[in-house]
Each structure stands twice: as C-alpha cells, then as structure tokens.
C-alpha cells in the first residue's frame, strides 16, 4: 500500500490511486500510525533539523496534511513476490535531499539492511527506526525467516518540484541562470 500526497510523475500534489481506492482503510492505517510518524519525525528533526525545516516549509494544497508527520508519503511493505527479502535498489524518485525513515515491523529474524556505499550492515529489529538517504545510497534488506514488513515515509523529488515551481524557489543542487551550482550546505 503506498499512501501518498504525491506520487511519481504526478505535477500536481494529489493523493495517489492506491489511496482513493481504499480510502478509508488507508486513513485508518495512518490514523492508527501516528505515534510512529510522531517519533520518526522527531528523530529527523534531532538529526537533521535543516531537512526536517524544509519538509514542513510549504504547505500542501488545498490545506492537505501531511499524512506522515514531516514526510509527504508512506509505503506498507507487506508481502509481493519475495516479502522478506529485497533487491539492491536505490529509490531514485525520492528527495535525494532529505532521508526516508524505515520502520520495522513482523515477527521475524534476519532481514538485515545492507547500505552498500557505506560498507555496513544493520540490524533492524521489530520496532526500530533507521533514517537514511534511501535515493542516494544503493541498499537492500537481506532474507528474513517469519513475517517481515515496513512502513517507509518518504517525501516524492517531484513533491520538492512542485514546491519550487509554486514558491519559486531553488532548489538545492540546481543550476541558476549564471550557469553556477546552487547549495545550501550539507546536513
């Protein structure tokens, strides 16, 4: 299930079809999930408050609210073709300025995350949290024995799009009119 304001490729915020089609069992599901958006959201914004301010600067249209605490999005892991174990992907339409946050979930064992530029492994048990820049680092989460699912908020690139064509902003990484590379800094 991917519960967002914004999906892929759309120009303008609305919410995605996987959402209008069961309406009201996803607004149950974020109901229900928003303590864990409550302490993901707390955690970016203890770590990287610069990101956290810039999630929440612009509103949404139409006085939309975030669903996911700072983050725009959501997805439900919840099964597919290999429901305990991933490819090495890198989820290349996501903000590659911000982080996504990966709440674990299940009754399960393994399942590590691979983050592979940063040469390291992490175990991720039932109930943690792990923020990271899921668009810009290739990564994967390795066979699990029993159910393991996860619910990821993310904010869309084209969320961050939309904002600077509304607002006229720069966006970070742009390139302005003198032909110079904008940055803000790193967070």
Known sequence: MRRAIMGPYMLQPKLTAEHRDDANVAEEFIHLCQPIFHEMTAILGGFAPRVFKEF??????NDAQRPCGAWSACAVNNGGNHPNETNVHRDVKESPYGYSCVFACGDYIGG???LYELRCKIELRPGDV???????I???NEKAKGSRKSIVA???DNMNDYWVRKYRIHKRGSVHKTGSVHKTGSE
């Open 138 to 140: 290739h990564h994967n």
């Open 154 to 156: 993310f904010t869309q």
């Open 56 to 61: 929440q600067r612009h509103p949404l249209p």
């Open 130 to 136: 792990l923020l990271f820049p899921d668009s810009l």
């Open 112 to 114: 590590d995350i691979v």
